[in-house]
């Protein structure tokens, strides 16, 4: 008979688990302090999306977690970020097996899974008949607070920054390289409940780059329009979305595919450091339904 040991995370835990025991692990615990803090943010603030977040009450200080994001668009697969402190991997395998908090009959994406957690997913899939494949492996980026909130940037005379509206989701979706994976109740979720900036010309007001704050609490969905890249603008607004996250006690992070050099050199330039561990992105699927 299978136990279940987790349990749902209430606000009060919150503050406690994240400050005290996901920081002993810190800077690799950011994906999932800023995923925890952002899901409470969201829930007191009627998003489109769903946050159930779990743990072991009855044994806080081993840092298991996982956290499940679903959306209104039954098509696209629940987001799962999980954790737990270094040294608990075989407790984590037996509770990844065992929870019925987790549907395994619907497509998953477990994002951002620490390396050393890696197998222990990859034996629990096979464990139970099911397919798993790499979305893609990310790189870690990351800044703390206070330095964040430190830095300057000018903009140029000929355009300015502004807040990203409701009106630009259509846009910015169409844009969008991961459309495949995210919905675009993610973007009417960000552009209401978090930080979500775009640069606009002066001229006639077109929406040139942007970058937000995205459902996991880090930076993400950073755009420039092929037409008006090479100009500085990806740094100019990952420095604006930088700044103000830090503005607001966040410490950002960016999960940016290795293949990306782009932007993992660019997010050099405006400071960000880079962790030296890749945390894959891995797609769970029924193989019966997962097609070719």
Known sequence: ?????????????????????????????????????????????NSASSYKLYYISNDVENGTFIGILSRPEEEYPDVVVTYTCPGNEEQFRRMLFNTEHINWQKKLLFQAIPIRMNAVLETTVEEKGLKSKLYFNTVLKW?????????????????????????????????????????????WDIVRLNISL???????????????????????????????????????????????????????????????NVSLSLFKNVGYTKQSTILPCVVVEDPDISGP
């Open 143 to 187: 800044m703390p607070a206070n330095v964040a909130a430190r830095l300057d940037y000018e903009t140029p005379e000929d355009v300015f920054i502004d807040k990203l509206s409701l009106d630009h989701i259509d846009f910015i979706y169409s844009q969008w390289t991961h459309s495949d994976i995210y919905p675009k109740s993610d973007l």
């Open 198 to 260: 775009g640069i606009f010309s002066r001229h006639n007001g077109e929406l040139l780059a942007w970058a937000m704050c995205g459902n996991y609490g880090g930076l993400s969905t950073l755009v420039v329009q092929k037409d008006y890249r090479r100009r500085g603008f990806g740094k100019l607004i990952v420095l604006a979305v930088t700044k103000e996250m830090g503005e607001n006690g966040v410490s950002p992070h960016a999960l940016i595919s290795e293949k990306n």
């Open 1 to 45: 008979m299978r136990s279940e040991i987790l349990e749902e995370m209430p606000e009060a835990i919150v503050e406690y688990f994240c400050e005290q025991v996901l920081k002993r692990d810190w800077p690799n615990s950011i994906h999932a302090y800023n995923f925890i803090k952002n899901a409470f943010r969201w829930m007191s603030k």
